[in-house]
């Protein structure tokens, strides 16, 4: 608990303004588009699961509510219809955390009261902050292709030097305002072996990796686990990573993503950058949103 502390409060030098994170690097986001060879585009969510599950013990739920039985067969215009209710920071289900997400020591990032979050909503900080949407250049850190195997197992946890040392054999330099992909191959395994209780075992960042993330002044950290290996190398806290991303730097998240197909087509091609667009719903009072990320390479 001290070292994450410490840690904290580093990451405190390095505060930005959320909104000159995602939104001030124009000159960035050009550069992005320009790195678009094929046109090809590749969904980076996974499907929302609607059973249960280990991993979901309760699920999204996604349930018809037209047409009636007696509508199929009527003349003229008939809708079908659906309601889709989910718990958004789920640990199955793609997602945006938003930075009023998580409260340290009382505070949201920038040092904000936690009581700006009520039974009503986010009164500061919330999902409104991104309702034009995230674009920038994406990066795929491929840690499992940089170690060798299929995929990182439950509490294994990626260091800086990982970050780095995948950096250097990709020839693919992270820099300010991009959107920060680390693979650890949990899609892989989960449909490979079955889902198991992440809340018990978990592959995740270190929370020293935190510090390449820091130095290199990415917006966006996404991975296909929640960025937090379990169990959680800080007693007394589940979830270092997602302190030091989202309440101390201001970072934003995206969980439990599917970057299989991302993680082929990168290896088919020189460089693994490509230009990537966020598009989280318009819930302005909301913590976090489901999301589909999109890479266009």
Do not use: K
């Not at 215009?77 to 020591?105: E, G, K, P, T």
């Not at 991104?130 to 920038?136: K, L, P, Q, T």
């Not at 800086?160 to 820099?175: C, F, K, S, Y």
């Not at 395994?189 to 592959?203: E, I, M, Q, Y």
């Amino acid at each position: 608990m001290p070292r994450l502390g410490r840690l904290v409060a580093d990451a405190s030098h390095l505060l930005r303004t959320p909104l000159l994170s995602v939104r001030g690097y124009a000159v960035l986001f050009l550069y992005a588009a320009a790195v678009v060879r094929s046109g090809r585009t590749v969904s980076l969510a996974a499907p929302v699961e609607t059973r249960p599950v280990p991993d979901s013990p309760e699920p999204a739920r996604h349930r018809m509510i037209g047409p009636a039985h007696d509508e199929t067969a009527a003349p003229g215009l008939v809708f079908a219809r659906d309601r889709f209710a989910m718990n958004v920071h789920n640990d199955v289900d793609s997602h945006l955390d938003a930075l009023c997400h998580v409260i340290f020591d009382g505070e949201l990032y920038g040092g904000l009261p936690a009581s700006t979050v009520t039974a009503d909503g986010a009164g500061a900080l919330s999902l409104d902050l991104v309702r034009d949407g995230i674009v920038g250049r994406g990066v795929l850190l491929d840690i499992p292709r940089l170690r060798g195997v299929r995929w990182l197992e439950p509490g294994d946890q990626v260091t800086a030097e990982d970050l780095a040392a995948a950096e250097a054999v990709q020839e693919t330099p992270v820099g300010p305002g991009d959107l920060l992909f680390v693979r650890v191959g949990h899609r892989l395994r989960r449909r490979t072996l079955g889902p198991w209780d992440v809340t018990r075992g978990r592959a995740g960042l270190h929370p020293t990796a935190m510090e390449f993330v820091a130095a290199r002044g990415v917006a966006v950290l996404g991975s296909d686990g929640n960025s937090d290996a379990a169990p959680s190398a800080v007693a007394g806290v589940g979830f270092p990573v997602h302190v030091l991303a989202v309440n101390a730097l201001g970072l934003y998240l995206l969980d439990w993503l599917d970057l299989e197909e991302l993680a082929t087509l990168c290896a088919q091609r020189a460089g693994r950058h490509f230009l990537c667009v966020v598009a989280p719903l318009r819930l302005p009072a909301a913590t976090g949103s489901p999301v589909n990320p999109i890479a266009v390479l």
